[in-house]
Structures are given as C-alpha cells and as structure tokens.
C-alpha cells in the first residue's frame, strides 16, 4: 500500500533517446514523517461504481489494445519458438521496446522498421537500446533493471534458436499493439497500464507465483485506490515522498502518478521510494519509473523491507555509489577516448 509523505539496426533512430535529460542527485527533501493511508475495501457490487468515477487523461489507445492480451501473444510466441523456461528474455524484450517511442508522427514508422529486422539484427537493436538507456538512467536501468538485460551482454552469441525465439517475441507483441501502450512521445499517456506487470503475471505460473506472494494489483483496482488516497483535491504539495513497500512492478505508483497528472501535477516533482524482495519485479518497476516518466527522484530497495527498516536509506546510498560509479566510467572513457584521438593525430590518421 503506497505511503504519502510530506533492415539493418542503423536505420532506427534509437539515439534520439539520448536527447533526454541526464538524471541529476535527488533534489527533493528527504522525509521527516509518515501518514500511512488505508482505504476500505469496497465490496464487489459496488466496486465498478466506484471505478467509474476515477477520473483519467484523454486516452488514445484502442480498446482492442490491452496489456493482458499483448501478455498472452508474447507467452504463446515465446514457447512456440521454443524459447524455453527463462522468463527474463521475452520480459527483456518488452522491456526493450517499451524503452523507445514514436517521438516524430510524421517520420519512419517505429513499428514497421522493427518489424523488418532479421534475427541477428535485431538483437544488436535491443543491446542498443538497453545501452542507451543505461547511459540516461545509470542507476534505474545500470543498476536495478540489470538482471533485466544482462544476457545480452554475454559474450557468446545466443543460440539460433533463442534468436528466432526473441524474433517472434517482438512480432507477437508490436502486432499486438505495444507502441500504442508503450511508445507515445508523452509519459503521462504511457501511465495507463503496467504492461510489464501483466507480463509478469502471465509469465509466471500460478504454482510458481503463490509461494512467492506475487499477485499484483489489477490497473482498476490500483486507480481505485489511488483516487480514494488523492480524491478530487488539487491540495497536493510537490516534494513529498510517495512509498510502496511491496512495490512488485510499480503498479500502484503508476496510479498515484496517473492521478496527480489528472490534478494537474508533474509526477517529475515528486519523491518515489519502492520496496520490493524479488529482483525480476523490482527490474520491471525500474524501467516503469522511466517509461511513466516519474522523473529523477525514484529510489528502488531489492530486499525484504520487514529485514530493513532502512531501505529508503539504502536505496539513497545504492543510487548515490551508482551515479559515482558511472562518473568515473564516463570519465576515464573520456580519458580512452582522448589518448586515441591524439594517437590518430600523431600518426596522420586524421587532422588536428
């Protein structure tokens, strides 16, 4: 339950994503106090009443498009290609194409090119993106979403197999309508589902889910309870914090967020402080903090928040190690870079 405090891969434009703006240091106060909200549990019968009144942003996706079905067609691809009992990969590559959007509606079509990939291909595509990614968001997608994108950095060439598996995987889910969930230029139309969450949930089987309590809240029953906390007022301060202790993918954030930009807020001026023992989930919630744009100031504990009473804490100095970590990479490359520059010139390769 949230707590409110005070053809060739060189043809997609994929670096246009660089243009975002580097992540910067927390700039929001660090919590003073606490004020746990626990809505009542509304009965069954008058549970669509009440989600009719949430109120929403203008949608733009088709009804046909939804993330359960979008699940389905990936799993289906998945194991027909014979992709095999690894969840991560077709995840990953979700994840992947989430991570990229239609940013110009007049330019090539997003969708067609990925569609016209060969295998090999497209696997360079997604180590790009993944890349990318990783040099705007080190921390989120470097260090929380790492377990997410991992293999592909492997350095043995993945199987035929596993390529034509990871092929049919981006198929089924773009012909299924992703980037009409996913890969709108404007964040707060990507708020409207947690598609990685309904991913997570159709992945994992029912046996495998129960003793590992993953059971995630459904997009309704998450916008219900963000309205309960938030209502109709414009009364929300900027700067608070917002936690979730059992975050899994962030769905209950992503409501939270869905409904200040409905009051007129940016979620970008807001603390996000998640909690969540698995890794797999925790990965997801990271790339969903990016694809929700909930801005710089998101933290994510891996860990059993009952064990650390901390973990906000923690999440602070994990994302403060990280962003040094990646200073000083960025920096002695910088270094690489320049000796190899100077090498060239001395040499003739290239002018001064």
């Known amino acids: 339950m949230p707590r409110r405090t005070p053809q060739g891969h060189g043809q997609l434009d994929l670096f246009a994503l660089l243009e975002a703006t580097a992540p910067t240091s927390p700039a929001l106060p660090d919590p003073t106090s606490e004020t746990v909200v626990e809505p ?7 549970l669509a009443t009440a989600q009719a009144k949430v109120l929403r942003p203008a949608r733009t996706t088709p009804a046909s498009v939804s993330p359960a079905r979008i699940a389905e067609d990936v799993e289906a691809a998945w194991h027909a290609h014979h992709g095999g009992s690894d969840i991560v990969i077709p995840l990953s590559v979700v994840a992947a194409l989430a991570l990229v959007s239609q940013d110009d509606p007049r330019g ?100 495998a889910r129960r003793p590992l309590g993953a059971f995630y809240s459904s997009a309704s029953h998450a916008d219900l309870m963000a309205q309960m906390m938030l209502g109709d007022s ?28 409905v009051l007129g807020h940016s979620p970008a001026n807001f603390g996000w402080s998640m909690s969540e023992i698995q890794p797999i989930p925790a990965a997801c919630a990271a790339v969903n903090a990016v694809v929700w744009g909930l801005g710089a100031n998101v933290l994510v504990y891996v860990g ?49």
């Open 40 to 46: 009542p549990a509304p009965a069954l019968t008058a």
């Open 234 to 261: 414009a009364d929300v301060e900027p700067g608070c914090w917002y936690y979730e202790p059992a975050a899994g993918t962030g769905s209950l954030l992503r409501a939270l967020a869905l409904r200040l930009s």
């Open 108 to 207: 090539p079509d997003m969708a067609a090119e990925f569609l016209t990939l060969e295998p090999d291909d497209l696997l360079q595509v997604l180590r790009d993106i993944w890349s990318i990614a990783w040099i705007i968001h080190p921390y989120l997608i470097g260090t929380i979403a790492l377990p997410l994108h991992s293999w592909l950095h492997d350095d043995q060439r993945p199987h035929p197999q596993l390529a034509r598996a990871v092929h049919a995987v981006t198929h089924a889910a773009i012909n299924a309508g992703q980037f009409a969930l996913t890969g709108h230029p404007d964040p707060a139309l990507r708020r409207d589902a947690d598609l990685l969450g309904a991913m997570l949930t159709q992945m994992r089987t029912n046996s």
């Open 304 to 352: 059993d928040t009952l064990a650390a009473s901390d973990a906000h804490e923690r999440a602070l100095r994990q994302r403060a190690e990280a962003l040094a970590d990646f200073a000083d990479l960025t920096s002695w490359a910088g270094r690489i870079a320049l000796i190899h520059h100077t090498d060239a010139v001395m040499s003739g390769d290239i002018a001064a």
